[in-house]
């Protein structure tokens, strides 16, 4: 079984900066992709960002050259540097893995409040 723990979020004023942390453990099929989701209020949940077991990386359009995706070499624990957060990044924000069959796994939300 697979297991991804969330780590990181909080609040902070527009313009600083916050790290998520993501941790998988298990048996987990490569290669695979990791990444966040983020629930913003009021609209669908996007994809922030992802990053492949190669370490390709992508953004949604809003958070290109604010965030950034990476990864510790030769595990499976990435992570989410947000630099000149706005308000509009505040969010529940969603680690994942895609695994190589095709299986989503989850961990839990994490809140990000970008508030003056």
């Not at 070499?73 to 069959?101: F, I, P, W």
């Amino acid at each position: 079984q697979v297991q991804v723990v969330g780590s990181g979020g909080g609040s902070v004023q527009p313009g600083g900066s916050l790290r998520l942390s993501c941790v998988a453990s298990g048996s987990i099929a490569s290669p695979y992709v990791m990444g966040w989701y983020r629930q913003i209020p009021g609209k669908q949940r996007e994809s922030a960002a992802i990053i492949t077991s190669g370490g390709r990386t992508n953004y949604v359009d809003s958070v290109k050259g604010r965030f950034t995706i990476s990864r510790d070499n030769g595990k499976s624990t990435v992570h989410l540097q947000m630099n000149d957060l706005r308000s509009e990044d505040t969010a529940v924000y969603y680690c994942y893995l895609l695994d190589a069959n095709g299986e989503t796994f989850w961990g839990q939300g994490t809140q990000v409040n970008v508030t003056s």
